[in-house]
């Protein structure tokens, strides 16, 4: 048998298979149709592979590239006239009615994850006490997350198992890693913009901590840092329990415990108490005189503060998260509630 005659015979089968599938009215002569055209004993289909054994030898591969093609063919227009049995008609039975009568279907609406909620309230509060955005990347060089924080070579927090490096990085001989503080933000500011400096920086930071609780390797954090003249701890304070009281409720304490940062000076931990015993939620502290000449700023001049707050902490609290893996689970009967 010639290759052409052959190829006509499938192009005729696949044309007959698609008008007979759609010629279908329901599932019962859709399924008549298709053992007509691909019943595995006596289907046509079947019947005209077998002619294949009548093709020239070296006409053959490409009578077999053909012939699989046309069964795929088939079977898509199969698959098509079955769809249209499903939306379109009932499989098997009457068409579907289609009953105004009937309640619509309620679209399920998406919303926010509670962090991003969280973040666009902080945003909101903090704007209002006229601090500005400010936007700083995730993979960072050691200068912005080191060396100008007054963090020097030798010091422990640069410990590779306290930091996520990046290993191709290092291989180009340029040491990156994922930011493990927003506090990156304050140099990569100071160095581009003259004081007074009022903003705030949120986002994600990284470190290898074990999830547990209260601790998850990846979290956001929202910076702080106001630098001007004459800014003592006061306006820190005032700014935090500003801060706090628009969050949480004008019966939130705040408390300041001693503590230490390479790049502040002094340094406090910031508790908040609300509803219920005391929570850390951030660090803070006077932007160290070191940090200040690093980008260029004279500490005789301005002086200024800086503080860094967990974000999941605080969405915690406000919203009786007792544990902030559950933040990440991604189970919509968790997200749905915010
Ligand atoms: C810092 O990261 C400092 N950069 C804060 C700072 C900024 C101090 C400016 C002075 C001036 P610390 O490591 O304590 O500090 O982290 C701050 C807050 O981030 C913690 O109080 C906590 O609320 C949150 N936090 C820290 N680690 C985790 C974690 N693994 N998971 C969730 N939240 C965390």
Redesign the pocket.
């Known amino acids: 048998m010639a290759l052409a005659e052959f190829l006509e015979q499938l192009n005729q089968l696949a044309a007959e298979a698609t008008a007979l599938f759609d010629a279908a009215d329901d599932a019962e002569q859709l399924e008549a149709a298709r053992v007509e055209i691909l019943g595995a004993k006596s289907g046509r289909f079947k019947a005209t592979q077998k002619l294949m054994g009548a093709v020239d030898g070296s006409d053959r591969p490409a009578a077999g590239k053909r012939l699989n093609e046309v069964k795929s063919e088939i079977e898509a227009s199969f698959k098509t006239a079955q769809d249209r049995m499903t939306s379109g008609g009932s499989a098997g039975g009457a068409p579907v009615q289609f009953d105004p009568t009937l309640p619509g279907l309620k679209p399920q609406i998406g919303r926010l994850h509670p962090i991003t909620q969280t973040i666009e309230e902080l945003m909101d509060i903090m704007g209002r006490l006229g601090f500005t955005a400010a936007d700083g990347p995730e993979i960072e060089d050691e200068r912005h997350n080191f060396e100008a ?1 007054n963090i020097p070579r030798e010091h422990p927090a640069r410990d590779p198992l306290d930091n996520f490096y990046l290993s191709t990085a290092q291989k180009q001989h340029e040491v990156l890693l994922l930011r ?4 990156t933000v ?1 140099i990569r500011v100071m160095e581009s913009t003259p004081p007074p400096i009022r903003i705030i920086s949120l986002g994600r ?1 990284y ?1 290898p ?1 074990t ?1 547990d609780a ?8 929202m ?3 106001l630098i001007d003249r004459h800014v003592t701890m006061a306006d820190l304070k005032s700014v935090l329990r500003l801060f706090a009281r628009s969050y949480l409720g004008a019966d939130v304490h705040i408390r300041f415990r001693p ?1 230490f ?1 390479p ?2 000076e002094p ?4 508790d908040f108490s609300w509803n219920q015993g005391w929570v ?6 006077m ?1 160290d005189p070191n940090v200040l000449r690093a980008v260029g700023y004279d500490p005789e001049e301005v002086t200024g ?10 969405c915690m609290r406000r919203h009786g998260i007792t544990d ?1 893996r559950e933040i990440y689970k991604n189970d919509v009967r968790f997200l749905q509630q915010f």
Request: glycine letters at 12%.
């Open positions: 924080l493990s503080q927003t506090s304050q930071v470190r901590d999830a209260t601790h998850y390797p990846m979290f956001h954090q910076e702080g840092l503590s940062f790049f502040t340094s406090v931990e910031a850390e939620f951030g660090g803070a502290g932007v503060f800086a503080f860094g707050l967990g974000v999941e902490r605080l902030i």
